[in-house]
Structures are given as structure tokens and as C-alpha cells.
């Protein structure tokens, strides 16, 4: 993991202060070692969590290959290095070291763009071409790894979050009616490709770009695409087993500690124990963490998304491994205080608890571990949510998760109303996805329709729990990797029928069964279970009590764009309407607000 930024401007005006600025922010994504490299029209900034080759990794990484020289700044790992490297060394090249920059490095030389249908991992990148005056970047398949970007009047400038390009004197924090719609009608998701903020981007995952004096060029490389699929059941078990067992193992790779995170449901279940099998063949103990609350026991309901509390399937699974299991309780009030920290990692408002939660945990990892495999993202490739299984929801149009445009539009400040029209504003964005989904011709309406919920699920909703997973795992200085996320995976089960995909009409039916034999049969088939959140009612408590504070206080900035009265009946009315899938319902609703009066306040936003 690292912080990467730069610019490129060919007029030759640099402020250095405004690079030792952002190499300041970028320090908690890299604490280990910093590089600023300066010439003629560029300057590339590097902050590193040293992982993998902590003597030769050190970046700006930069080579002279025919005369002409190439420096790179990158985030991220390359899980197929030593295959690449291997290559690369019988086509002639010399490599100084084992790290995954340098291998980036050296892919460009050798092919160009192209590199990137090679590389097999999560990154974001940019590399200065000293002859040629040209920065190529790039980022990920799937958007592991965030890359934003602006422009400027004298140039092009990009950084791993925001906050970095916010250090630029021309780049402001300021904000307009788009970006509140996308804060109050869309938030916590956001728009493939949009910064929220004014003049901020992000490259769109699967891209790559150049700037040169030509100015800004994007283009494609990948995306998910439908293809014939022939394998029998019994092949597509087997290629689910390999696939999903040779990304564990490549993930594992690192000269520091490796652990996982361990919930007790299936997709932490599956790495944690393939990765104890690696840990008990090559002689070292895994770690295993998990999360869980003050009193959740005492307070825990079942319902439809979590028939059962996790923690008596924990201690079945960690009974299975030679792991050495770690509990991370959390009471509610350093959850709620963390509510802002987790606004200061991700620059917006975000998934309120369910990321301050996972950045309490990080900090705890972060006493044993430096690197942690989470089993994020299974449920949108492997069709794990309820929008894919009930026929009924899986037909209803726009975003599954967020089902309630008009409830949502009652937040809107009056005098915003009239400027924007909710239902259009997300009808627009929902068809835009889905206009250019891949299927095969010929295909079922039904198996179409799966098509374009994996897409939409792709382009957004995992978005926004990738964004959660890499800012609030990097606030704690800890590298979080997702198995699941390894583009061969998302390829092959693009195009495999539901048939094989609900196997045994079980959400995941194909993982459970390719997997089988990994975990206790009581985790294997255990109902899905989404990620812990609090059932105590002192958390509600504590959230109300606070939004009532900045509701009387007409001197915070939330009363610019949300009516008051909306959020009076939010914290007054037994109403436990869903925000944003399963996981915010009243509770994080309050404090998804709570966060985006602090994003106002902290960052001194203005509207435009």
C-alpha cells in the first residue's frame, strides 16, 4: 500500500511547498519511506506502507532503458510478479530488486499500454516518459486502488484521495448542486468516475491515460464481457476451487505479517482457512480478527438479512484453525466519535458506523499485522445479495440497494428543491449503467437481467465498500487485500449461469460447494450474514443525541442543504427505513448526517 500524487505542467510554475504539502497527507497511507522526484515539468510524490522489498522498493522508482529515463510512483500489489518478472528477464531485462513497481516499471518499457492486460493485480500508477514528455497512469480492473485527478489551468494533477488534490492552490473545496444531489440522493455511493467536489475526478477502473502537451487522452482496457459458457457443473466447481484458491494464495505474498479478517460467515471463512493451510505448510501462525460490540448478545434480533449473531460461528471456524483468534469489541461511544475519522479518511460522508467500525478494527490489526485479507466483494460476483435471488426484486428498476428516491428527497433543503429533480437525477444514472451491459445474444430475459445486477453492482455498490475498505484500513496504516476482487474471478463467473450459481438454492451455492470440505458444514451452508454492526440501543441514543444538537444550532453547515424538518422526523418516527442496502437503516441514517454536517465543517466547503 502507498499514497502516491503529482503534476505535470509544461508552463514550468511549481509551488514545492504544495508537494511537501500533499506528501504530508499521504503519509498515513505510507508511513515506512518518502520520495519526491522533481524535473523539468513534472514532480511525483510517494509515501509507502513497505511490504514487499523494503531495500529496493523505495519510490519514485526510475531507470534509464535506450537512453531515455522513466520514473513511477504506484499503489498497490502485482500478484503474478514473479511470472512477469521471469519473463521480462528472458526478453533482456535487469531488475535491481523483487518489487512490484520495478516489475511495473520495466512492463511499460517493454510493452507500453499493453502491460496492463498482463498485470494481475490492484494498482494505480503513473509514469513519467522523460523523452516522449508524457505521464501514462492507470488504475485496476476492478478499482481496488483510487486515482483522482484535475485539471488545471497550467496542468494535470492526481492523488490517491482527494484531500491530496485538495493541497493544490487551484483546486478548491467547493461543491454545487450536483453535489449535494449526489451527497443527499446517491451518498454513500457515487457516481463511477466522479470526485464530488468540484474540478475532482477519479479514473474509472479498467482505464488508463496519458497528459502530454497534447493535453488529457483516457481509454479503456477492460471490462466485464459475456462469453459462451461450456464448462459443465462439475468444471465449473473445479475452476471456482482453483481460481479462488490460487488468489488466496498469491495474496498471501509479503515480507510482513499476513492475517485475515474472520466473521464467521462464508467468504472470510474460505480465505481464512486456506490461509491457515499455507500458514501450517510453510511454518508460521496465522492471526484471525473479528469484530464485535458491547453487549450485541444481549441485544441482537434476527431478521431476514441475519437470521443469527456471528460470534457462535467464530468461535466454530477459529476452533477449526491453527490461527490465533483475535475478538475486537467496540462500545458506542468510541464508534460514534469515529464517525468523523472516517469522513477524514474517505473526504466525504460515507457508510457512517460500518466504517468507523472497520477503522476501530484496523487499528487493533494493525498491533499484529501489516497486511490483512478481507473477503469483501464475493457477494456481487458470486450473487449473494437478495436483489439476485427474489425474482420479484430482481426486476424492479434502478438501484436495488437504495429503493426509496422519494424518501430521500424529502432531505433536500427547500430552496433546493425546485433545482434538481430527484427521480430523473437517479433514473439518468441507473439507465446510463445499464444501457451498455454485456450480453450475448439470444440470451434469457432472466439471465440478461443478472447481467445488468452484476454491472450495476460492479460500477456502485461494491465501489463504495471498496472505498471503504481501502480508506479506513489505510487511516490505521494497514493494507487490506480482496482475494475475491482478482479480475479472473470476476471474468469467469460474468458469464456462468444462475442455474450453477444458486446451486442447492443456496445464495453462493457454487462457492459453497467448490470450497467444501475447507470449513465445519454448520459455516459452510450457514445462512449469509452481512457485516456486524451494533444492536445496542445506546448507539441510537448517542446518535440522536448529537443530531439533535446540530439541529438547534442554525450556525451548522448541514442547515444550507437538508431540511430540518425531514431529520426531525428521522430521530422522532419508528421508521426503520433502509438508506443504503441492509446495512444502514435508522441508526446510520442519523449518522450518515452526523458525518456530513462534520464533512461541511472540517472541510470548509463551499457552495457554489
Not at 515506512?32 to 509515501?47: K, W
Not at 459475456?226 to 481460481?243: A, G, I, N, W
Request: charged share 25%.
Amino acid at each position: 500500500m502507498s499514497g502516491i500524487a503529482g503534476a505535470v505542467n509544461f508552463h514550468n510554475i511549481f509551488e514545492e511547498s504544495v508537494f511537501a504539502s500533499m506528501l504530508k497527507v499521504l503519509k498515513q497511507r505510507g508511513p515506512d519511506q518518502q520520495g519526491i522526484y522533481s524535473s523539468d515539468f513534472v514532480r511525483l510524490v510517494n509515501a509507502r506502507l513497505a511490504v514487499i522489498d523494503q531495500e529496493h522498493g523505495r519510490q519514485p522508482i526510475h531507470t534509464v532503458s535506450d537512453g531515455n529515463e522513466y520514473v513511477l510512483v504506484m499503489d498497490g500489489r502485482i500478484f503474478n510478479a514473479n511470472e512477469i518478472r521471469n519473463r521480462l528477464r528472458s526478453l533482456g531485462h535487469t531488475f535491481e530488486g523483487y518489487s512490484d513497481a520495478e516489475v511495473a516499471l520495466k512492463s511499460y518499457i517493454e510493452w507500453g499500454g499493453n502491460c496492463l492486460h498482463e498485470l494481475n493485480g490492484v494498482f494505480a500508477f503513473a509514469l513519467w516518459d522523460k523523452k516522449l514528455e508524457r505521464l501514462f497512469f492507470a488504475r485496476d480492473r476492478i478499482g481496488v486502488k483510487p486515482f483522482f485527478y484535475s485539471i488545471t489551468e497550467d496542468g494535470f494533477v492526481f492523488g490517491s484521495e482527494i484531500k491530496v488534490l485538495l493541497k493544490h492552490p487551484e483546486i478548491k473545496p467547493e461543491i454545487d448542486i450536483n453535489s449535494v444531489a449526489e451527497i443527499i440522493l446517491i451518498g454513500p455511493g457515487r457516481t463511477p468516475g466522479y470526485g464530488v467536489f468540484i474540478n475532482v475526478k477519479e479514473l474509472l477502473p479498467g482505464h488508463f491515460g496519458y497528459y502530454s502537451r497534447d493535453g488529457l487522452e483516457i481509454k479503456k482496457y477492460w471490462e466485464l464481457t459475456d462469453r459462451e459458457h461450456t464448462d459443465s457443473l462439475d468444471d465449473t466447481v473445479e475452476k471456482v476451487r482453483f481460481l479462488v484458491n490460487d488468489s488466496v494464495k498469491r495474496q498471501l505474498s509479503s515480507d510482513v505479517q499476513v492475517c485475515t479478517f474472520l466473521s464467521g460467515g462464508l467468504d472470510s471463512s474460505i480465505i481464512s482457512a486456506i490461509a491457515d493451510k499455507e500458514a501450517v505448510k510453510n511454518g508460521w501462525k496465522l492471526h484471525t480478527f473479528s469484530l464485535d460490540y458491547v453487549d450485541n448478545e444481549k441485544y441482537f434480533k434476527s431478521s431476514k438479512f441475519q437470521p443469527n449473531s456471528d460470534r457462535e460461528y467464530i468461535f466454530k471456524m477459529s476452533r477449526h484453525l491453527n490461527a490465533e483468534h483475535h475478538f475486537v469489541e467496540i462500545d458506542t461511544p468510541e464508534l460514534a466519535d469515529a464517525l468523523y475519522a472516517a469522513v477524514d479518511a474517505r473526504d466525504l460522508p460515507g457508510m457512517a458506523d460500518v466504517d468507523s467500525s472497520l477503522y476501530l478494527l484496523s487499528k487493533e490489526v494493525k498491533k499484529y499485522a501489516t497486511v490483512a485479507l478481507s473477503g469483501e466483494c464475493s457477494d456481487e460476483i458470486f450473487g449473494g445479495y437478495l436483489w439476485y435471488r427474489d425474482p420479484t426484486l430482481r426486476q424492479v428498476k434502478g438501484f436495488p440497494w437504495a429503493q426509496s428516491a422519494e424518501y430521500r428527497a424529502k432531505f433536500l433543503h427547500n430552496d433546493l428543491k425546485g433545482l434538481i429533480d430527484p427521480q430523473s437525477y437517479i433514473e439518468e444514472k441507473y439507465l446510463s449503467t445499464i444501457k451498455d451491459v454485456s450480453k450475448l445474444p439470444g440470451i434469457s430475459e432472466s439471465e440478461g437481467r443478472l447481467r445488468e445486477l452484476v454491472v450495476l453492482n460492479f460500477k456502485w455498490f461494491m465501489q463504495t465498500l471498496i472505498d471503504r475498505s481501502d480508506r479506513m484500513c489505510s487511516l490505521a496504516g494497514l493494507e487490506v487485500r480482496v482475494p475475491y476482487c482478482d479480475y479472473r474471478i470476476a471474468e469467469y463467473l460474468y458469464s456462468v449461469p444462475w442455474e450453477y450459481k444458486y446451486y442447492n438454492n443456496y445464495e453462493k451455492g457454487l462457492l459453497r460447494k467448490a470450497l467444501e470440505g475447507l470449513r465445519p458444514d454448520e459455516v459452510l451452508w450457514r445462512k449469509k450474514s452481512p457485516f456486524p454492526k451494533t444492536h445496542n440501543p445506546s448507539y441510537l441514543k448517542e446518535v440522536t443525541k448529537r443530531m439533535k444538537e446540530i439541529i438547534e444550532d442554525s450556525s451548522q453547515p448541514i442547515h444550507q442543504i437538508v431540511d430540518m424538518h425531514a431529520l426531525i422526523d428521522l430521530i422522532n418516527t419508528d421508521n426503520p427505513q433502509p438508506w443504503y442496502g441492509q446495512l444502514m437503516t435508522t441508526p446510520q441514517t442519523i449518522a450518515y448526517f452526523l458525518q456530513v454536517n462534520y464533512w461541511l465543517k472540517a472541510y470548509n466547503i463551499s457552495i457554489v
